[in-house]
């Protein structure tokens, strides 16, 4: 039980598709984030909701990127028309208490 | 603006002996600093936090703000401790900001 669960797993798409991640808390914690990590950096903070209000989000969070929690438990992370520097872990993390990560989403987009 | 800076992407040790990860920090407000740890095919999570100011897994870390600094220190590294170590700074609404990560490796 990692208290959050990621899918899936990894995903291959073609460049110019459309992916959806999802996330699920395995309970309800009220915040919840997104995070993308590239081959050799640190995650880096992509966006985050309170409940079902997104809070914040990073200007790496492009209009191609989507983020909703519509019922303040699980939340989905869409990508649309993928390009190939979308490749990367897409990591889900819970709060409050310390940030507990998920074990990622991976995308290669070819 | 808030940044984490991690000079060693690659430290090697050997077994028993002393290791100390590197972290600077630059950030305006009163800094909340974390280590995250990743071992191998396992979920990035958490090993330490300051203000707790315990020891995990024989693992310490002092907060030095006149040296803006959070380095991670353990006198006697093992095997299991082989891992990517990630120092963070946590900003507004418990916003994470990472490091680059520093991948230990304790040889036999």
């Known amino acids: 039980d990692t208290g959050v669960s990621q899918n899936p797993r990894h995903k291959i798409t073609k460049r110019g598709q459309n992916v959806t991640f999802r996330c699920d808390p395995i309970?309800?914690?009220?915040?919840l984030y997104w995070y993308r990590q590239t081959l050799g950096q640190g995650p880096e903070f992509l966006t985050y909701?309170?409940?079902?209000?997104?809070?914040?989000k990073s200007r790496l969070l492009s209009d191609r990127f989507s983020a909703e929690r519509p019922k303040g438990s699980f939340s989905t992370l869409e990508i649309q028309r993928t390009e190939q520097g979308d490749s990367a872990m897409y990591l889900c993390a819970r709060a409050p208490g310390e940030l507990f990560f998920g074990e990622g989403s991976r995308l290669t987009v070819l | 603006a808030q940044r984490v800076t991690q000079p060693e992407k690659l430290l090697s040790v050997f077994k028993g002996a002393p290791v100390e990860l590197k972290c600077n920090y630059s950030?305006?407000?009163?800094?909340?600093l974390f280590w995250y740890v990743q071992y191998s095919r396992q979920r990035l999570q958490l090993l330490l936090r300051?203000?707790s100011r315990e020891s995990i897994k024989g693992f310490t870390a002092d907060l030095n703000k006149g040296e803006t600094s959070f380095h991670l220190k353990k006198p006697f590294a093992q095997e299991e401790d082989s891992a990517m170590y990630y120092c963070a700074l946590e900003t507004s609404g418990s916003r994470l900001t990472f490091g680059e990560g520093t991948q230990l490796t304790v040889n036999p």
């Open positions: 309970s309800e914690h009220n915040r």
């Open positions: 950030y305006s407000g009163s800094p909340e």
């Open positions: 300051h203000i």
């Open positions: 909701f309170q409940n079902e209000a997104q809070l914040e």
